[in-house]
């Protein structure tokens, strides 16, 4: 069943395999972003507006996820040399979408989920697999997926930057999973950690306000000249929007990161009150505050998915930091009409 409202990715290559999900909420806030990162006129009338990528990093079998296979289980029950799935699968929804019984919170939202079961790669690698999925290439540096999507939409957000991954990871391809590659550096992905402190050296605490919108000033009359001898220099227009984007952060960045302010019965949907789903909980919220404010690319990344044994405690491990985050997210978005 594919849903307009919302489309989910699952793609396995044996261990060597990734999960993905991405939500695509509905904004209708105006736009007033001007520079590389504007608002581009579409081809199409667009239903969606903004992506939400969830990605799950390692080798998340698909037999215990959303990959139904009832013969494979047949097959197991009387030969040793097939494993059967670790998890019962049960018809969910009016579409009676199978899904494993390791995600009880997302099974509720099984006619919001559009599955991709088709998906494959020629190498079982871990980096090949991982960089591929990111960037559709896994030889050569190409821009990724985020960077592709505000290059060609551009970003409605006018204080916060028009790609944001929260908490990406180090390996397997590390920054040029959100880098612009080839594209010009306005494009690629501005970096959050976990929490309130999603972004380091945020405060001037030389200059006050005043002071620094001073300073400022002074530096983008500079780059302005500059910028008037080389028209259309896209390094040039890059560093302009840049610093005046990173003032403005100073003020919009702690204002969207602080979860704290969000109701208890918001915190509770997420799981953010509970340990094990807290860390997942709080990127996939953070991400619903940055797509409010007009971000249009968000990935949020849950590590820790390179299943080889213990196939079973794995997968609920793994499945319970996610499971009610991502039904929480698939929510809330429903419920403020961005889903």
Known sequence: MISRRHFLQHSSVGFGGLAASALLPRWTGAANRSGPLAVKETHFTASAKRV???????????????????????????????LAPAFDFRAHGESGLMISDAFPHLAKHADDLCLLNGMNIGTNG??????RLHTGNDRFVRPSMGSWTVYGLGSEADDLPGFVTISPISNNGGAGNYGAGFLPASFQGTRLGAGADGISHLSNYRLNERDQRKQLDFIQQANQRLLEKHPGNQEFEGVIQSYELAFKMQTSVPDTLAISGESDATLDLYGINDGATSRFGSQCLTARRLAEKG???????????????????AMERSAGATDKPIAGLIADLKQRDML
């Open 52 to 82: 939400i990528f969830l990605f799950m990093n390692g080798g998340p079998s698909h037999h215990e996820s959303f990959d139904y296979k009832p013969e494979l289980a047949k097959a197991a029950a009387g030969n040793p040399r097939y």
């Open 126 to 131: 871990h980096m090949q697999g991982v960089v």
């Open 295 to 313: 971000v249009r690319f968000i990935q949020v990344t849950a590590d820790g998915w390179d299943h080889h044994n213990d196939i079973r405690p």
